[in-house]
């Protein structure tokens, strides 16, 4: 097994754990708690590639991530995960839309639960999923940071649009 690598970024909406290997991130999550970074002194090229491209995103100069990630799961969770990454910055869609969209469209509440398991937090964008109401409905972060990523992403789309 790959050595894991952690390192803490301190976002605009509380502090988010970065856990990776030296190839691959594995986990994006938010933290309540900070320990010290486990690099050894040295932050490997994938960890550091992570930290700019959030940094990037939280100031609205990044979209789109392009550094390299591995997500344990199911084959069901890795294909509603991969169904995750269509669905455009700015943008929403439902439990409901993202089960047809797998062509699954009884599969609403596994959708969900798979969902639920994300693992990397901003990057598989779990938080532009909505209920079909088009309420927010849970999110591993807090409902209160699912409403400030749509609504940062949304004014920033905006203004490339």
């Not at 990776?20 to 932050?43: K, R, Y």
């Not at 490997?44 to 990037?56: F, G, K, M, R, S």
């Not at 999923?129 to 749509?150: D, H, P, Q």
């Amino acid at each position: 097994m790959n050595k894991l690598h952690t390192l803490h970024f301190a976002s605009p909406i509380g502090n988010i754990e970065i856990i990776g290997t030296d190839e691959a991130i594995c986990s994006i999550m938010f933290t309540e708690h900070v320990t010290d970074p486990d690099t050894n002194g040295e932050i490997p090229n994938v960890l550091a590639d992570c930290y700019q491209q959030i940094t990037e995103y939280f100031t609205g100069e990044r979209q789109e991530f392009t550094f390299p990630y591995v997500q344990e799961g199911t084959p069901f969770r890795k294909i509603v995960w991969d169904a995750l990454t269509k669905i455009p910055y700015g943008e929403t869609g439902s439990y409901k839309d993202l089960a047809a969209s797998i062509e699954n469209p009884k599969a609403i509440r596994a959708v969900g639960s798979a969902n639920s398991k994300n693992k990397l937090s901003i990057v598989i964008p779990c938080h532009r999923v909505i209920g079909s109401t088009g309420k927010l409905t849970g999110y591993a972060g807090g409902l209160w940071r699912k409403e400030w990523l749509l609504q940062h992403e949304q004014s920033f789309k905006k203004e490339a649009d």
